[in-house]
């Protein structure tokens, strides 16, 4: 590729040629790391911009080695030695951190132990040039037969398969493998993942994956070489399959609508629009009511007033930010924070008032639904969805020590305030509200199963909905109410009203 022609890389069209860098990650490779820089290919060294030879704080002589390399080549290399040892996947964060701070375009992952052939390094960047991909893998299962032609032991080759069918189907992916330490990353792609918040052991490779997976980034594999040479393995593999497994479990669970690390990157909020979600409740009872002026709180990007005002009603929504796409989605859209109260141009005379899972991220709900009375007509009413907090989710998580913010659902670190059906029940009756109907949601299988209907799922559904039936407070992941003002209530409302000038 000549250094004149433009390359796509994340949607954005480059006129010069990529900055492409080598992260080396050396831990005891004292023995090996001269011969791994040796075989760079000789044309490929030319479009190398940075070589980060990253010493773990080995106990040989690797940064020496590496010190004495780099005066006797010409490769733009860096030496650096670890004040302690890192790990694994902190080896890597100090070299994708330097990646960025250096403005290169495209980092490849290199082992100093010779595991990967540095030969294969122009078939790694080569998609990521192209623009075809935003993270390449070099796999070693790609060709059949040749992981143990290359000398893979038997009992490495069955796990690495095994594992990695079961994450393929918990992650929804179809990677030949997931365990090669052979990559090569968009630095822009590092940039939009929370790269810092994952382990520093071996699983920060199946983190990654995972992370790239969720924000929807083109993954490429490439075949490559197995080689096993006298190198030295510090991988526990039970305790390394111990923790991959968790890791894809609890990335299952979090599209489920709760899970994940807090680090996690934060998510626009998605409609819901199965009939057994909080919206899809939300969507049914607003559809036996007449034509009505809608207010709808913490709106979002619009798409639940979409539907609404598609039905007929006119919609006026409020929200912290504007979202491209919201305005024309609805009749008036009003900027502003919830948390300073209803806005005075909001008006009055709303027929219907919706809270979809709003009340939660409100550090004082009462004073919005305080202020509401003012905002519907008389007899108008207020339908609300929230979290339960009282699931056995969080239950669990506080009873093991282990309550934290996840990247979504019940214990989203947006949520500042917690409710169960109690205090729920007692905020409405406290700020001056009748409780119509009270509606119970399960889990969102719709999610987890991407929507399929297998015996497995209508299994699950079917328990979940007979769970929450039983036992509400305990399996219910969202309670849905509709509630009117109580007559004292809105007494106080019409008198306020009377008296705006």
Same mark, same amino acid.
């Given at each position: 590729?000549?250094?004149?022609?433009?390359?796509?890389?994340?949607?954005?069209?480059?006129?010069?040629?990529?900055?492409?860098?080598?992260?080396?990650?050396?831990?005891?490779?004292?023995?090996?790391?001269?011969?791994?820089?040796?075989?760079?290919?000789?044309?490929?060294?030319?479009?190398?911009?940075?070589?980060?030879?990253?010493?773990?704080?080995?106990?040989?002589?690797?940064?020496?080695?590496?010190?004495?390399?780099?005066?006797?080549?010409?490769?733009?290399?860096?030496?650096?030695?670890?004040?302690?040892?890192?790990?694994?996947?902190?080896?890597?964060?100090?070299?994708?951190?330097?990646?960025?701070?250096?403005?290169?375009?495209?980092?490849?992952?290199?082992?100093?132990?010779?595991?990967?052939?540095?030969?294969?390094?122009?078939?790694?960047?080569?998609?990521?040039?192209?623009?075809?991909?935003?993270?390449?893998?070099?796999?070693?299962?790609?060709?059949?037969?040749?992981?143990?032609?290359?000398?893979?032991?038997?009992?490495?080759?069955?796990?690495?398969?095994?594992?990695?069918?079961?994450?393929?189907?918990?992650?929804?992916?179809?990677?030949?493998?997931?365990?090669?330490?052979?990559?090569?990353?968009?630095?822009?792609?590092?940039?939009?993942?929370?790269?810092?918040?994952?382990?520093?052991?071996?699983?920060?490779?199946?983190?990654?994956?995972?992370?790239?997976?969720?924000?929807?980034?083109?993954?490429?594999?490439?075949?490559?070489?197995?080689?096993?040479?006298?190198?030295?393995?510090?991988?526990?593999?039970?305790?390394?399959?111990?923790?991959?497994?968790?890791?894809?479990?609890?990335?299952?669970?979090?599209?489920?609508?709760?899970?994940?690390?807090?680090?996690?990157?934060?998510?626009?909020?998605?409609?819901?629009?199965?009939?057994?979600?909080?919206?899809?409740?939300?969507?049914?009872?607003?559809?036996?009511?007449?034509?009505?002026?809608?207010?709808?709180?913490?709106?979002?990007?619009?798409?639940?007033?979409?539907?609404?005002?598609?039905?007929?009603?006119?919609?006026?929504?409020? @929200?912290?930010?504007?979202?491209?796409?919201? !305005?024309?989605?609805?009749?008036? =859209?009003?900027?502003?924070? *919830?948390? /300073? %109260?209803?806005?005075?141009?909001?008006?009055?005379?709303?027929?219907?008032?919706?809270?979809?899972?709003?009340?939660?991220?409100?550090?004082?709900?009462?004073?919005?639904?305080?202020?509401?009375?003012?905002?519907?007509?008389?007899?108008?009413?207020?339908?609300?969805?929230?979290?339960?907090?009282?699931?056995?989710?969080?239950?669990?998580?506080?009873?093991?020590?282990?309550?934290?913010?996840?990247?979504?659902?019940?214990?989203?670190?947006?949520?500042?305030?917690?409710?169960?059906?109690?205090?729920?029940?007692?905020?409405? @009756?406290?700020?001056?509200?009748?409780?119509? !109907?009270?509606?119970?949601?399960? =889990?969102?299988?719709?999610? *987890?199963? /991407? %929507?399929?209907?297998?015996?497995?799922?209508?299994?699950?559904?079917?328990?979940?909905?007979?769970?929450?039936?039983?036992?509400?407070?305990?399996?219910?992941?969202?309670?849905?109410?509709?509630?009117?003002?109580?007559?004292?209530?809105?007494?106080?409302?019409?008198?306020?009203?009377?008296?705006?000038?």
């Amino acid at each position: 590729m000549s250094e004149s022609q433009p390359i796509e890389s994340e949607g954005a069209v480059m006129t010069e040629r990529p900055r492409i860098g080598i992260l080396v990650v050396a831990y005891n490779a004292a023995s090996t790391l001269g011969a791994v820089l040796d075989r760079i290919p000789e044309d490929f060294k030319p479009r190398i911009d940075e070589i980060f030879v990253c010493d773990d704080f080995s106990q040989d002589a690797t940064y020496l080695v590496g010190l004495g390399y780099k005066q006797i080549s010409d490769l733009p290399i860096r030496v650096i030695r670890n004040p302690r040892n890192l790990g694994y996947g902190g080896n890597q964060k100090s070299g994708y951190r330097m990646a960025i701070e250096h403005d290169l375009d495209i980092i490849v992952m290199l082992h100093g132990d010779g595991q990967y052939a540095p030969e294969c390094l122009e078939s790694l960047v080569e998609p990521l040039v192209d623009g075809r991909a935003d993270a390449v893998f070099g796999s070693r299962m790609l060709i059949a037969g040749a992981a143990r032609k290359g000398g893979m032991p038997l009992y490495k080759y069955a796990g690495n398969k095994i594992l990695t069918k079961f994450q393929n189907w918990m992650a929804g992916s179809s990677l030949s493998e997931f365990h090669s330490g052979y990559r090569a990353y968009s630095v822009r792609a590092l940039e939009s993942i929370d790269f810092e918040s994952n382990s520093d052991d071996f699983n920060f490779d199946t983190q990654i994956i995972l992370q790239l997976l969720e924000r929807s980034k083109r993954i490429h594999e490439v075949p490559i070489d197995t080689y096993y040479g006298d190198e030295i393995c510090y991988v526990n593999g039970l305790s390394y399959a111990k923790d991959v497994t968790a890791d894809v479990i609890r990335f299952r669970i979090g599209r489920l609508g709760f899970g994940g690390s807090a680090g996690d990157a934060p998510e626009e909020y998605e409609l819901k629009p199965s009939p057994s979600s909080s919206h899809g409740r939300i969507l049914a009872w607003l559809e036996r009511l007449p034509t009505s002026r809608v207010l709808d709180l913490g709106c979002g990007s619009g798409a639940l007033a979409e539907i609404v005002r598609s039905r007929g009603h006119d919609v006026t929504g409020i @929200e912290l930010a504007e979202v491209d796409g919201a !305005r024309s989605r609805m009749e008036r =859209l009003i900027v502003a924070d *919830l948390d /300073d %109260g209803i806005p005075d141009d909001v008006g009055h005379g709303f027929d219907v008032a919706i809270a979809g899972d709003v009340l939660e991220h409100l550090r004082a709900p009462e004073h919005i639904l305080d202020g509401l009375h003012t905002v519907l007509r008389p007899g108008g009413s207020l339908i609300l969805s929230v979290p339960n907090f009282a699931h056995w989710y969080p239950r669990v998580r506080v009873a093991v020590g282990r309550f934290d913010y996840d990247r979504r659902g019940i214990l989203d670190r947006g949520h500042v305030r917690f409710f169960t059906r109690r205090s729920l029940l007692r905020a409405l @009756e406290q700020t001056g509200w009748s409780i119509t !109907r009270m509606s119970y949601v399960g =889990l969102p299988f719709d999610v *987890l199963t /991407d %929507g399929t209907e297998s015996f497995v799922a209508r299994c699950a559904r079917a328990i979940d909905r007979l769970s929450v039936k039983v036992w509400p407070t305990l399996f219910a992941y969202q309670f849905v109410i509709e509630c009117h003002a109580s007559p004292t209530a809105t007494a106080t409302a019409t008198a306020t009203n009377s008296t705006d000038p």
